[in-house]
T-cell receptor, first 110, second 112 residues
């Protein structure tokens, strides 16, 4: 069982709507958690990085939250755009290591 | 432009061929990484180089052979691959080991 579980596996929403992606992890100890966006045919691009003491971080219309007690993170996308269609990958670091989730595939339709 | 360039972008090869993937970073970073990305599976870390020294090799088959001649260049030499090796191979770099990484756009590898 992967130590970083993302849900849903895929999601389809209409343009302009909000959505929330989930990341649950069992990785321990905890150093930081990152969200990446990966467009089709491209490499992942970092959206946010959070350490243990941070419980929310925003990057434009993307807001990541972290609950280190329950080992859960979410990525909220506000007022979605067609360009938000991509895979979103959660990465948790226990220290000198990185554990990847399988990603959520988001499709935004007009 | 991410500052990490991978070539070729696509590669089709037979199981008996020998080919190499190339990665170049223009960010002045000290650590470079190779990942394998298969459909619907998490990224798999293959190799890590820090200051041109290999620091991690996650039980990767010997048919994959990395080379890091300097801190800006990373190669992945391929030999006698199997059909299950077909995947997207991503290169990344970071300022120091395990810091936030910048990824290239990958090489899509297909083994016939």
């Amino acid at each position: 069982k992967n130590q970083v579980e993302q849900s849903p596996q895929s999601l389809i929403i209409l343009e302009g709507k909000n959505c929330t992606l989930q990341c649950n992890y069992t990785v321990s100890p905890f150093s930081n958690l990152r969200w990446y966006k990966q467009d089709t045919g491209r490499g992942p691009v970092s959206l946010t990085i959070m350490t243990f003491s941070e419980n929310t971080k925003s990057n434009g219309r993307y807001t990541a939250t972290l609950d280190a007690d329950t080992k859960q993170s979410s990525l909220h996308i506000t007022a979605s755009q067609l360009s938000d269609s991509a895979s979103y990958i959660c990465v948790v670091s226990p220290g000198n290591d990185m554990r990847f989730g399988a990603g959520t595939r988001l499709t935004v339709k007009p | 432009e991410t500052g990490v360039t991978q070539t070729p972008r696509h590669l089709v090869m037979g199981m008996t061929n020998k080919k190499s993937l190339k990665c170049e970073q223009h960010l002045g970073h000290n650590a470079m990484y190779w990942y394998k990305q298969s459909a619907k599976k998490p990224l798999e870390l293959m190799f890590v180089y820090s200051l041109e020294e290999r620091v991690e090799n996650n039980s990767v088959p010997s048919r994959f052979s990395p080379e890091c001649p300097n801190s800006s260049h990373l190669f992945l030499h391929l030999h006698t691959l199997q059909p299950e090796d077909s995947a997207l191979y991503l290169c990344a770099s970071s300022q120091q080991f395990n810091q936030p990484q910048h990824f290239g756009d990958g090489t899509r590898l297909s083994i016939l």
